[in-house]
């Protein structure tokens, strides 16, 4: 388990111009409201949780906020530069070995090979570097679709349920590696059903219900995620 606390970065002062910032933003399928109206902000250097039950609307603000969707109405701000994602399906190169995939994702950045190195060690994956991709058990293709996500080490990351598919072991190498990146001024926002393995390294939790935010504060490990939950969803 990671043993950065949470809330290490609560002190940090806010600069504005570092956040994403959603304002009044819904996102309305044929008769499905998936976002309601939804004000947010994503602090520079935050490990940020977004959870809620199915179909809360975790996915869709990731898709909106990565660009990859457009909101029915409402605005969102996002500093320059890439953000990095991995998807609830992972989306690797199939043919590809593990260090050729990582080697073309970061290929379009300039983290350099000792980055990539660092990536590949603190996610486990060296012993797999020489196997091509869809010859991967479901869980070393998702440490793989996680470490693509960093390979450019950009400022801001976006995952949604990178925990899926793993064993206990990788589930902590994950959440310490993402707790380490969050160190100083980088950004992961992580979209999960899988509070308790996070909780003790959050520095924000946010709770979507049916598209609305119905919990979002600053937090550290000596909070009880389960019973904040429990109790916002009963
Ligand atoms: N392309 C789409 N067309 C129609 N409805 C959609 C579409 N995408 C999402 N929805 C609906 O929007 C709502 C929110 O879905 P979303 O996938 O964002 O939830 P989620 O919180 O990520 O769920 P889960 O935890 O199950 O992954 C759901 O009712 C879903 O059915």
């Given at each position: 388990m990671a043993d950065r606390a949470g809330g290490a970065n609560r002190e940090r002062e806010r600069d504005p111009a570092r956040e994403i910032r959603l304002d009044g933003v819904v996102r309305r399928y044929d008769g499905v409201t998936a976002l309601a109206g939804v004000d947010l902000r994503i602090e520079a250097g935050d490990l940020h949780a977004l959870v809620g039950p199915n179909g809360s609307g975790k996915s869709t603000l990731l898709a909106l906020v990565l660009g990859l969707d457009r909101p029915t109405s409402g605005t969102i701000t996002r500093p320059e530069g890439r953000i990095g994602c991995g998807?609830?399906?992972?989306?690797?190169?199939?043919?590809?070995?593990?260090?050729?995939?990582?080697?073309?994702?970061?290929?379009?950045?300039?983290?350099?090979?000792?980055?990539?190195?660092?990536?590949?060690?603190?996610?486990?994956?060296?012993?797999?570097?020489?196997?091509?991709?869809?010859?991967?058990?479901?869980?070393?293709?998702?440490l793989l679709d996680v470490?693509?996500?960093?390979?450019?080490?950009?400022?801001?990351?976006?995952?949604?349920?990178?925990?899926?598919?793993?064993?206990?072991?990788?589930?902590?190498?994950?959440?310490?590696?993402?707790?380490?990146?969050c160190e100083g001024e980088?950004?992961?926002?992580?979209?999960?059903?899988?509070?308790?393995?996070?909780?003790?390294?959050?520095?924000?939790?946010?709770?979507?219900?049916?598209g609305d935010v119905r919990f979002d504060e600053r937090v550290d490990g000596s909070d009880d995620y389960r019973a904040i939950y429990r109790d916002l969803l009963e």
């Open positions: 998807f609830q399906t992972p989306s690797v190169y199939p043919d590809l070995t593990v260090d050729e995939n990582l080697r073309v994702f970061a290929a379009m950045g300039d983290a350099g090979d000792d980055w990539l190195a660092s990536v590949r060690s603190g996610l486990e994956l060296d012993e797999v570097r020489d196997r091509v991709a869809a010859d991967l058990s479901g869980g070393y293709q998702r470490a693509l996500a960093f390979v450019r080490r950009p400022a801001f990351v976006l995952l949604d349920e990178p925990l899926d598919e793993l064993d206990d072991a990788a589930r902590e190498r994950v959440v310490a590696f993402v707790a380490d990146y980088r950004t992961v926002v992580v979209s999960t059903h899988h509070l308790d393995a996070f909780g003790p390294s959050l520095d924000r939790l946010t709770v979507l219900d049916d």
